[in-house]
């Protein structure tokens, strides 16, 4: 990124010698641009699970038993690693009804973030029951400044992004955004990008503030599925997650733009 790199080069000056205000700054060395995971912006940590020195993903499969464990594992989104999510119901320690593999991480997020963006990529998938799902979840966690109306300590969005097309159930302080499609893509990298403070408008009324922090999972699950049902199966990746104030989607083209030679 340019601007550490200037930064850098200003502070290796400084260090051999004192330099004047007026000094002209070096140029930047031109360097590839990285993808999406290093901006600075970002509130996750290891948003890209590249480091393998950070820990800050976590879920809940050693305290309740409707979650599985994930694995950080090769490959990823252009790069080495991502989020491995292995839902398979014939797995003896996934129980019937409900599994959910997800990553978790909490951000304190004083400035309600914008936007919620990432990629992911399905390996396999054979639908089980209707209610099997990837989605994403933002928590805004021990609110003091809470929707009218309501009164519980957290309320949250989920929003699937493939898998069912309308919400798989009923939760008092959930609101499901639907729209993705039923039926998913698979071995191809989705990206995927929401104004996030504009759903937590359209469903709750309200920009959050005033709140602990932000509970955000990215999972993969099946709700209400029955003994007698066909496996199910879903091998998702999550990598390049991002949560913060900037819009990385890619621009569309625009095939009906002028010829600026006309
Ligand atoms: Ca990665």
Known sequence: MILPLTLSALLTLGACTTQPESEPTPEPIEHPQPEFSTRDSNLFANPSFEDDTESPWFNYAERTPNW?????????????????LDLD??????????????????????TFPRYISGTYHIDQWERGTTNQY???????????????????????????????????????NRKFVMGAPQEPTTDEWIEFEYDLEQLFNDQWGLTPTNYDYLRVFFEVRYDGRTEDEPRAL?????????LGPESRATPETNDESPDPTD
């Open 68 to 84: 599985a464990p994930f694995a950080i594992t090769e490959p990823g989104h252009r790069s080495d690693h991502s989020a491995l």
């Open 89 to 110: 119901s014939d797995d003896p320690d996934q129980p019937t009804a409900r599994i959910i593999h997800g990553v978790i991480q909490e951000c304190p997020a004083p």
């Open 134 to 172: 990837l989605q994403l979840v933002v928590i805004v966690w021990n609110a003091r400044t809470k929707p009218k109306g309501f009164n519980l300590p957290n309320y949250q969005i989920a929003v699937p992004l493939a898998g069912i097309a309308n919400p798989p159930f009923s939760m008092l």
């Open 234 to 242: 879903a091998h998702v990746r999550f990598d390049d997650l991002y």
